[in-house]
């Protein structure tokens, strides 16, 4: 059958014709000054065989139609006049109001077309409004109507149009009225294609008999079903690696059997299963909307630990934690084509353990079912790490504390939850620390540092916090509105708890704390200021000798801006060359003759006078002035004593900041070359606390210097802890006895006792001794009394000014003259 089949009718020219004429005739009845030509003049009188085609339309916002021409009629099916246009069949209807309203709505004649389907026929029709006014003054169109040459079948088109085969068969039945086979009666031409069989090749053929594919038994069966009884049957079958898809509808004894060629929607689906099963990700399909689920590939299976069988009779929720039931099913209800999970979400496994997952998903038809395939990627592992990067961000690597970050962070959050109430901050440093580190190397400080945190941890808890701020130095916040006495208690037990000994690998070892306490809102507001004033309240803990706690006080902020102060003033002076070297003689209580000079440093400040040693030489050290200051001091020193008798010496103290320098010999080598001063006459006094860190360097630097010919010796002698062992680790060859025990030679028989004994001791390793302080005669006699050889003090002189040391040396009858 053709695709196109031509009705009776005019010839197309024709009624093309009709349309010109029509519109010409409109135009002569228009009259001048009209706005639309009189209803009598265009449609009555001389349209002879074109009355059949019009229609007569009046009415102005609903059209009726008021008259019709026979052809007119035929087309609409209808002969009544006087009914609304929404009376009539609505593709007629919608066409004449659409092309009529044109013609109105422009005051001209408006020409159309419409598509009617009359019988399975699709038919084309030419329309044109003829807009008039009658008589009395209503407005008429005149609709011609009439059918345009082409016509086409429309089933026809349908069935050649498609790509499946559309074969028609009738049932043949043998003596018993029973099917026994199927002749087709009619077919489209995809079905020759899709059969394989040449054209002509399959009508009226008796398909049991064929060789075409219908013979397959399994078709012939099908069909036999479908014909007794069975209603949309389906047949899927393969065919050289083709997959054809069967239906057949039966009408009596008339099949209609459709064959739809589903060989890419087969490997389509193939694919996908290929990519579902074997994804390593867990997939699976759900009903969308039972929340059944229908599939589940063994990533699944495996992953979350459910039997595939358990999987397939579970529902969505059943995965779900039951606290996230409600915003699961939220967010399913928002799930649109395709989604992904906006948040993590948590999944159940059939263990009862929890994870972390990121859903994917898109809707997809799935065995005629609407469903959602999901693909999962489970983030436990991920957000366990980011967890753990987080933790490691605000703790301390090797306390496990929380770190100096975190505790600022919790320190400002009590701060702004404390609304008024007090927030205590307690600055903790250990004392002897270093020790430990010197002694017994950094493994078993590392070990102590654990410990102190697990007894710190032990001690603060619920609202407090503790917190490792880097080396040996903690911080403890006190969150619960503390009291001055409270923080008090908390600190004593806190220093009790820190000094009890440790045990480092069956090692005892004996450590102290010394604490620092600020308190909102008295000592500060912000964390920063509490924080900065309870390291300021430490740094006085400290300097009273540890072991303590204090409070801050507003005392210690100027004295720390006076700090500052001195700080910034060191650097200026040092640049403007405000010091000097003032040198106080050494008294040899043999000869009663000046042996050498101590050299001692003087800052003439321009406005505050004299500033002594003791107050600057810290801040120096602190801020590292103190290698070019001491090198200032060395090169001064011998540049002078080399003006001095050969026999008369120079002494000059060293900062232990000098040994870290780790320059100092080259620049005592330096000073001496420079002056030309013997090394002999060069003595270089120390005190033990160069022996506290770094021990070994240190002990390396003074054999150097001593090498050189350099005297060493030890200053302040007996103030320490363990001078006696520093004496056996050097071979001095001075000591100098501090001069608190010479202050009370003639009260205290304990000093009596410590200089006759630091005497022997000299003599008897052959190392000089030298009393600091000496004041009196008395203290003299009692030096000279216990062997000492050599004395020096305000009773001979203060430190003088190199100036005056020619007078000095005249005074004990010693020349001053130039001798190397
Ligand atoms: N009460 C009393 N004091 C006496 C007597 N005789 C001397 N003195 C004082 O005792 C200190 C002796 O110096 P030191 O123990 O080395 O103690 C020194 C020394 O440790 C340090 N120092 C001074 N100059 C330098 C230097 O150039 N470099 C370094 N690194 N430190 C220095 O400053 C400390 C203090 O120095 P000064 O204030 O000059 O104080 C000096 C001196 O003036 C006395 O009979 N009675």
Not at 24 to 50: F, T
Not at 120 to 130: E, P, Q
Not at 279 to 303: C, G, I, R, Y
Request: hydrophobic share 40%; net charge negative.
């Amino acid at each position: 059958m053709s695709a196109a089949k031509k009705m009776p009718g005019k010839p197309a020219t024709e009624m093309f014709d009709d349309i010109p004429v029509l519109q010409r005739k409109w135009r002569a009845a228009l009259r001048p000054g009209d706005r639309l030509p009189r209803y009598e003049d265009v449609m009555l009188g001389s349209l002879g065989r074109l009355a059949d085609h019009i229609a007569l339309l009046k009415g102005d916002g609903t059209l009726e139609l008021s008259r019709s021409g026979r052809y007119v009629q035929k087309w609409l099916g209808e002969e009544r006049w006087d009914i609304p246009l929404a009376e009539l069949a609505p593709d007629c209807a919608t066409a004449l109001s659409e092309v009529a309203a044109s013609a109105l709505k422009n005051g001209r004649p408006h020409q159309a077309s419409a598509h009617c389907v009359r019988d399975g026929m699709v038919r084309t029709y030419d329309l044109l409004a003829l807009p008039t006014a009658s008589r009395w003054g209503a407005t008429l169109v005149g609709a011609y109507v009439n059918e345009r040459g082409a016509q086409y079948n429309l089933l026809d088109a349908i069935f050649s149009a498609t790509d499946d085969a559309v074969v028609s068969l009738a049932t043949l039945r043998d003596a018993n009225g029973q099917p026994f086979d199927f002749q087709v009666v009619h077919h489209n031409k995809s079905a020759e294609l899709l059969l394989e069989v040449a054209s002509g090749g399959l009508l009226w053929r008796q398909i049991g008999q064929g060789t075409s594919l219908l013979a397959a038994a399994e078709i012939m069966e099908f069909l036999l079903k479908a014909v007794s009884g069975g209603r949309g049957e389906q047949l899927e079958i393969e065919s050289d690696g083709r997959y054809l898809r069967m239906s057949a509808t039966a009408f009596a004894d008339v099949i209609s059997l459709t064959i739809s060629d589903v060989t890419a929607m087969k490997r389509r689906d193939a694919s996908f299963r290929l990519l579902f099963d074997n994804n390593p990700m867990p997939m699976w399909v759900f009903d969308a909307e039972t929340k059944q689920f229908l599939s589940v590939n063994d990533a699944a299976v495996q992953h979350y630990g459910y039997s595939r069988a358990a999987f397939l009779r579970m529902k969505l929720h059943e995965i779900w934690p039951e606290d996230e039931w409600e915003s699961h099913a939220e967010a399913l209800e928002r799930v649109g084509e395709t989604y992904h999970s906006p948040r993590n979400w948590r999944h159940l496994r059939a263990d009862g353990s929890e994870i972390e997952v990121l859903t994917f998903g898109r809707r997809v038809p799935f065995n005629d079912r609407d469903g959602y395939l999901v693909a999962v990627a489970d983030i436990t592992e991920r957000r366990k790490a980011e967890a753990r990067i987080a933790y490691m961000a605000h703790h301390d690597g090797l306390t496990d504390l929380p770190n100096r970050e975190y505790f600022q962070e919790r320190l400002k959050q009590a701060l702004d939850q404390a609304a008024g109430k007090r927030v205590g901050v307690l600055y903790i440093d250990l004392d002897l620390f270093k020790n430990i580190n010197d002694s017994f190397g950094h493994p078993s400080g590392d070990r102590v540092l654990k410990q102190v945190a697990e007894r710190l941890a032990t001690a603060v808890r619920g609202v407090n916090l503790a917190a490792r701020l880097g080396g040996d130095e903690f911080a403890v916040i006190l969150a619960a509105d503390v009291s001055p006495n409270e923080a008090s208690a908390c600190a004593t037990l806190l220093i009790d708890m820190l000094k009890a000994p440790y045990d480092i690998d069956g090692q005892e070892m004996v450590i102290g704390a010394s604490i620092g306490i600020a308190l909102s809102p008295g000592d500060g507001t912000t964390s920063e200021e509490l924080m900065r004033n309870a390291d300021m309240a430490l740094y006085r803990a400290k300097s009273d000798g540890g072991g303590v706690h204090h409070f801050f006080e507003r005392e210690m902020d100027l004295q720390a801006q006076k700090r500052r102060d001195m700080e910034v003033d060191l650097r200026r002076a040092f640049a403007n060359g405000e010091f000097e070297l003032h040198y106080q003689p050494l008294v040899s209580i043999a000869s009663d003759r000046i042996s050498g000079f101590e050299s001692l440093l003087r800052w003439r400040h321009p406005d505050k006078g004299m500033i002594s040693p003791a107050e600057f030489i810290p801040v120096a050290e602190d801020i590292g002035l103190i290698t070019q200051l001491g090198e200032w001091v060395l090169r001064e020193a011998c540049h002078e004593a080399v003006k001095w008798p050969s026999d008369v010496k120079v002494a000059v103290n060293l900062s232990p900041a000098q040994f870290r320098s780790r320059n100092l010999v080259q620049v005592v080598i330096s000073a001496l070359a420079q002056s030309g001063l013997s090394p002999k006459r060069l003595e270089l006094e120390i005190t033990e606390s160069i022996f506290l860190a770094e021990t070994d360097a240190n002990l390396a630097i003074l054999h150097q210097l001593r090498e050189l010919g350099v005297g060493i010796s030890m200053d302040d002698f007996g103030t320490g802890y363990s001078s006696l062992s520093y004496l056996r680790s050097f071979p001095f060859d001075k000591i100098k006895i501090d001069r608190s025990f010479v202050k009370d030679l003639a009260q205290r028989p304990d000093c009596v006792a410590i200089v006759r004994a630091i005497s022997g001791l000299g003599r008897s390793l052959n190392i000089t001794t030298t009393a600091e302080g000496v004041e009196t005669e008395d203290q003299l006699d009692w030096l000279r009394a216990e062997g000492c050889n050599e004395v020096q003090g305000f009773l001979f002189s203060a430190a003088r000014p190199a100036a005056e040391i020619a007078k000095l040396l005249a005074e004990f009858g010693q020349r001053a003259s130039r001798a190397a």
